[in-house]
Each structure stands twice: as structure tokens, then as C-alpha cells.
């Protein structure tokens, strides 16, 4: 949690063996969604017993006791003197919460007073309404099996409206029956302004009953228009102002797995931070060539930097924090690079079961040597 996190706090005026301790809410003020719930000041022989004794709930009117109202689920992870809950889901600003730690069933010596700490993440109009700033894959030629789209948006967005608030229309205008998929939950990241918006899979891949049944979402030499609507609603209540258009023509599609051999390879100047450079035959998927692609130094090191993905996510470029030294160094690919059908380095979305022999292979990572010169 950095030094400006903002902090609500209950301290346990009880004192016992020199222990204080705190339920807090930490969040960071230019992140609201996230928070998490944090007991400090904690023997070391106490901490590892805590999991079952910290809950956070939605606060409900009816009822005020607590005892009856829903966990939110998340995961723990233990400090050096406490523990830190923080949500699967982030904690909703204006939303209350109630936090309760009650170390009274550890029993024996040690804090024996239950906190309860309730808390709301901070509700702050938004300075601008929200905006699409990006939709991925970028190209406007898209393949037959399109998998998947990103859409990105200037503000984190409020979860639950993405059914309503996307929908793929035809050359005329008209909704496409049943080509994305509407998951049980909606595929935000953490930040929730990056949404993931599946074309429906079982028509994606052949010889499934979707597929026989309906044939692909799109198809071949057709255009279509992914509809942004003002639905998509921010989590200060500013709705986008106006429906954003993504138009497309389809192409053939792509079934053959990434061909890492047909990549081409630009390495920098030694003693300089000249970017390192890949050009691809084909665009790969926008999310993961952002941490599924790193580069190695001359002493087995990771390298730091920064990267910029651009040309229709055809090039990928690295600039490094510190000028390259010069040996050799390594481009290593991970297994869960796809391109933007699915297709993987290792085999096509769209191909047979594998053996737990070939599943075993797709673990490891690839390697493209180049040398800083």
C-alpha cells in the first residue's frame, strides 16, 4: 500500500502484552477500487491462525447485527505482524461494508475484544464522462474466428451492463443472433475498465453442436459493426455520451498455430536504449503480448522497460531502463501467447484433444537468441 493511501481506522483500546491491534481500510485515492481490509499490530504467533476469524460483509439495513450478512469473497495474504484481506471483486465505492475480527475462539493469551470496523469506498464525481479509447484487435480486417475483442475504456466502469451495452450488428444494421457470448461473469480486469468480449466459442469450433448448428459468428467477406452503447455506465453514474461504432470486413480464417520462425527480429545497438523490435506476419492478442513476451540479459537477468504494441498489434517493441549491454541475450515467448482466433506457439484453437504428453510440452516457454552489438 503506498505512503498516500487513505485510511479509515478502529483501534482496540484494549491493551495486552504491549499489543494495539488495528482493522483498517486501506485504498489508494487515485485507484478506489483498491481497497482491502487490513488487522496490523498482531503477535507473529497469532497471525497464522486469523483466516477464520476475519469476515468483511455488505452492510444491510435489515440487518444490523451483521450475523446474517453475505461474505465477500476474496483471498488473505499474511503481513509480518497481521493480515490483508482483499476482494476477488473490488469493494464498490458507495457500497457499505462491515469488517469484523474476532480473535476471541483462538482462545489463551493474546487480543480478546472483537473489532468491527464498517467502511464505503470513496464516491467522487468524475471529472469527464467515459470514454472507448480503445477497441482490440485494432485492424479493421478481421478473421473469420475472431475469438475475442478488448474494449477499453477512461474510467472504471460499473460491472453488470455489458449485455445491454454491446451487441454486433450486420452490414444493415441488425443484431447478429447469438454471436457473443454472455458469460455468467462479465470478463473485467481489475482495474474494470478493460472488458474482454468473447465471440460465442461453440461456434467457433468445428465439429461441436453450436458450430454444426449455426456455423461461425461471422463469416467471410461480410461486414459487420461491434456497437459500444451508452449503457456502459462508470462507477460515479456517468454514462458513455454517445454510441461508439468499431466497423470491420471479415477475411478468411486462421487456424494454424503462431509461427514464432516467421517473426522477424530487429536488435538494438549495444551501449544504447534503442528499442528492440519484432514484426509479425500476422496480429496477435492485444492483452497477453503485453506480459507474455520478455526479454532476457547477457547474465540470465530479466530485462526492465518498457513496451509499446502498435501497427494493428503486428509489432512489439521493448525499450530498455538501462542501455543494453552487449552478448547475448534471449526473447523468451511464453506458451499463452495467442493470437486473436486462439491460435497458440504450440498448436491451433481449433484442433483435436490432445494427449497429457502433448499438454505437458505446452508449458514451456520459447526462446529467440539476438545479440546487442
Known amino acids: 500500500m503506498s505512503a498516500g493511501c487513505g485510511r479509515l481506522e478502529n483501534r482496540l483500546h484494549h491493551t495486552l502484552m504491549n499489543d494495539n491491534p488495528r482493522l483498517t481500510f486501506d485504498f489508494d485515492p487515485h485507484e478506489p477500487r483498491s481497497g482491502c481490509v487490513c488487522v496490523h499490530h498482531l503477535r507473529q504467533d497469532l497471525v497464522s491462525a486469523l483466516l477464520p476469524i476475519l469476515r468483511v460483509s455488505v452492510v444491510e439495513t435489515e440487518s444490523p447485527t451483521g450475523e446474517q450478512l453475505p461474505d465477500v469473497v476474496g483471498h488473505y495474504h499474511v503481513l509480518e505482524d497481521g493480515l490483508r484481506f482483499t476482494p476477488y471483486f473490488p469493494f464498490e465505492p458507495g457500497v457499505r461494508y462491515r469488517a469484523t475480527f474476532d480473535p476471541r475462539p483462538l482462545g489463551g493469551p493474546g487480543p480478546s475484544d472483537k473489532l468491527v470496523l464498517e467502511f464505503s469506498p470513496p464516491k467522487e464525481p468524475s471529472i469527464l464522462p467515459p470514454e472507448v479509447t480503445h477497441i482490440f484487435p485494432s485492424s479493421n480486417l478481421l478473421p473469420e474466428n475472431l475469438l475475442r475483442f478488448y474494449v477499453c475504456f477512461s474510467n472504471s466502469m460499473q460491472r453488470g451492463r455489458a449485455e445491454a451495452g454491446m451487441s454486433l450488428l450486420n452490414a444493415n444494421k441488425e443484431p447478429v443472433p447469438d454471436a457473443l457470448y454472455r458469460a455468467p461473469v462479465e470478463l473485467w480486469d481489475r482495474s474494470m475498465r478493460y472488458l474482454t468480449v468473447l465471440l460465442d466459442p461453440g461456434r467457433l469450433k468445428r465439429g461441436v453442436g453450436p458450430n454444426r448448428e449455426l456455423g461461425p459468428p461471422l463469416k467471410s467477406g461480410q461486414i459487420y ?114 493470437d486473436v482466433c486462439g491460435n497458440t506457439v504450440i498448436a491451433a484453437f481449433d484442433r483435436p484433444l490432445r494427449s497429457a504428453t502433448d499438454l505437458a510440452g505446452e508449458v514451456k516457454s520459447r526462446s529467440i537468441p539476438f545479440c546487442p552489438v
Open 225 to 338: 459493426t461491434l456497437a459500444v452503447r451508452p449503457g456502459m455506465t462508470d462507477i460515479y453514474g456517468s454514462q458513455l455520451p454517445e454510441t461508439v461504432y468499431k466497423r470491420f470486413r471479415v477475411t478468411y480464417p486462421s487456424r494454424e498455430r503462431i509461427a514464432i520462425e516467421q517473426w522477424k527480429i530487429i536488435p538494438p545497438d549495444a551501449n544504447t536504449r534503442q528499442p528492440l523490435t519484432l514484426i509479425f506476419p500476422a496480429p496477435l492478442d492485444w492483452a497477453l503480448l503485453s506480459h507474455t513476451i520478455t526479454v532476457t540479459l547477457p547474465n540470465g537477468q530479466a530485462a526492465d522497460g518498457q513496451i509499446v504494441i502498435d501497427r494493428c498489434e503486428k509489432r512489439w517493441s521493448f525499450t530498455p531502463a538501462s542501455p543494453w549491454a552487449a552478448g547475448p541475450c534471449a526473447v523468451r515467448v511464453g506458451s499463452d501467447l495467442e
